[in-house]
Each structure stands twice: as C-alpha cells, then as structure tokens.
Nanobody, 115 residues
Framework: QVQLVESGGGLVQAGGSLRLSCTASRPIRGIRISAWYRQPPGKERELVAS???????NYADSVRGRFTISRDDHKTPPTLQMTDLKPEDTAVYFCNVVTYAESTWGPGTQVTVSS
C-alpha cells in the first residue's frame, strides 16, 4: 500500500502563508480524488479542499479565496497553498488520496497560526 507523508507545516503569524506538500512512497495509479483535511484542537476532522481526476476543485467556505489546492499530475498527491492564515486555521492537516482500490491518509502536519 502506498504511504503518504505531509510536510510544510509550522508556526506562522496571522496573515502569513504556508505551503503544504504531500509526498507518496511511489507514483499512484487510478487517483479518483485527492484532498486536504484538517482537525482543529478538540474538533472533528473536516474537509479543507479537494481536487478530482479531471482537475475540478472544491473548497470549504472558510478557506475559499485564501487556499489553493493543486497537483503536478494525475499520479501525485496534492499540494495546498495557504495564504492570509488566521488563528482559526490552526489544526493538524492531513493529505488524503482515494483511488479505485483504497483510501490512503498521511499522519498529518501541524499548522499553528498565532494572532
């Protein structure tokens, strides 16, 4: 099974930017949809943004216009560019890739936004 590892998280001041990357242990065939989720402290995991096999994107209302999901090609996990970060964006961010056979998650990367 392919393994995913997120990177790029850290501590940033409000208004700052971060770029999250997701690295796969091998090229992934048959990606149907890939996404970034986040889990704020004490809350449930929520969808941040997703990108489909055809390149269509979807964003949570709270991040639309500030975050951008992208990918290099149809066999690689997505990247998440985050701008104008707010304290409420503080969370553990997870990469998720869904193929025709399985759904794979990374262990997550912490993003902390100070006010």
């Amino acid at each position: 099974q392919v393994q995913l590892v997120e990177s790029g998280g850290g501590l940033v001041q409000a208004g700052g930017s971060l770029r999250l990357s997701c690295t796969a242990s091998r090229p992934i065939r048959g990606i149907r949809i890939s996404a970034w989720y986040r889990q704020p402290p004490g809350k449930e995991r929520e969808l941040v943004a997703s990108i489909t096999i055809t390149g269509g994107t979807n964003y949570a209302d709270s991040v639309r216009g500030r975050f951008t999901i992208s990918r290099d090609d149809h066999k690689t996990p997505p990247t998440l560019q985050m701008t104008d970060l707010k304290p409420e964006d503080t969370a553990v961010y997870f990469c998720n890739v869904v193929t025709y056979a399985e759904s794979t998650w990374g262990p997550g990367t912490q993003v902390t936004v100070s006010s």
